[in-house]
């Protein structure tokens, strides 16, 4: 089993930056890759961004070249560096942990950009 606790996600003007936080702790050794998703009112959970273990970086579109993940091996934890946020940003981020056997979710931080 792998738990995995988010944090960072709050209020932000248009045009502001966020960092959101996951760590990780269980079973480790079984997870392949992490990453963000995110879903908005009355839309389908998408991805926004993952790493593997060798730092191989994916992005959704519409994050690119604003969002960055990054992971901390030592305290095996992922951020999301969200910078120039818009108000289509705004969602409930979840974390995600992918295995080699199953997936893992975080419960899940409120990220609301106001114009």
């Known amino acids: 089993q792998v738990q995995l606790v988010e944090s960072g996600g709050g209020l932000v003007q248009a045009g502001g930056s966020l960092r959101l936080s996951c760590a990780a702790s269980g079973s480790i050794f079984t997870i392949k890759s992490m990453g963000w998703y995110r879903q908005a009112p009355g839309k389908q959970r998408e991805l926004v961004a993952t790493?593997?273990?060798?730092?191989?970086?994916n992005y959704a579109d519409s994050v690119k070249g604003r969002f960055t993940i990054s992971r901390d091996n030592a305290k095996n934890t992922v951020y999301l560096q969200m910078n120039s946020l818009k108000p289509e940003d705004t969602a409930v981020y979840y974390c995600n942990a992918a295995g080699w056997t199953a997936d893992y979710w975080g419960q899940g931080t409120q990220v609301t950009v106001y114009s």
């Open positions: 790493i593997t273990r060798g730092s191989i970086t």
